[in-house]
C-alpha cells in the first residue's frame, strides 16, 4: 500500500463513521503528538503545552455536550500563537511540536466544521512526524524505504484499524 491508497482507504472508513467515532479518532492521534510539543517545549522553554491539552479535552467534552463554538475559536487564537515557528527554532523539535501543534488545530477546526478533511489532516501530521523522526535517525533512507518502514505501515494499519 502507498499512501495514496492509504489516505483513499482511511477516507472511505472515516466517511462511514458517526461523528463521536470520528472526533475519537482526531483525539487518539493528537494524544500521542502531545509529549513531542512538551519536549519541545521543555528544549526551548517556548510555547504553552497547556492549550494544547485545553483543545484536547475540548474534543473530548464534544463527545458528550454540544460543542462550545466560541471556546473552539478562542483555543483556535489561542493555540495559533504558540505554533513554533521552524525559522527561528532550527531544531527537529521544532517540526515535530509543530505537527502537534497542527494537529490540534485541525481537531478544534473540525469541532465547528465537520468535514472528513481535517481528520485526514490530522492523519498527515503523524505520518510525516514518523516520516520526520525516520529520516532524522537515519538521513540514506530513501523515500521508498520510508514508505515502507514498519514504523510508518504500523501506523497506517493503526489508523485503519482504528477506523472500522
Known amino acids: 500500500m502507498d499512501a495514496t491508497q492509504f489516505y483513499e482507504q482511511l477516507s472511505n472508513q472515516l466517511s462511514l463513521l458517526p461523528k463521536h467515532r470520528l472526533t ?4 487518539h492521534i493528537c494524544e500521542r503528538l502531545l509529549p513531542d510539543y512538551i519536549d519541545f517545549h521543555r528544549q526551548f522553554n517556548w510555547g504553552d503545552p497547556e492549550i494544547l491539552k485545553q483543545a484536547i479535552q475540548c ?3 464534544s463527545l458528550s455536550n454540544a460543542v462550545d463554538n466560541e471556546k473552539v475559536k478562542q483555543l ?9 515557528d521552524t525559522e ?3 531544531d527537529p523539535l521544532t517540526n515535530y511540536a509543530l505537527n502537534a501543534g497542527c494537529a490540534v488545530f485541525e481537531l478544534l477546526e473540525y469541532l465547528i466544521d465537520p468535514e472528513i478533511d481535517h481528520l485526514l489532516n490530522i492523519s498527515s501530521t503523524i505520518t510525516d512526524t514518523i516520516d520526520f523522526k525516520l ?6 533512507l530513501s523515500e521508498e524505504e520510508i514508505a515502507n518502514h ?3 505501515l504500523k501506523e497506517w494499519h493503526d489508523q485503519l484499524e482504528i477506523s472500522k
Not at 475519537?24 to 483525539?27: L, N
Not at 483556535?76 to 513554533?84: C, F, R, S, T
Not at 529520516?135 to 540514506?140: A, T
Open 88 to 90: 527561528e527554532f532550527i
Open 135 to 140: 529520516s532524522e535517525q537515519d538521513d540514506d
Open 76 to 84: 483556535l487564537i489561542d493555540l495559533e500563537a504558540v505554533l513554533p
Open 59 to 61: 474534543g473530548k467534552d
Open 150 to 152: 514498519p514504523e510508518l
Open 24 to 27: 475519537g479518532f482526531g483525539i
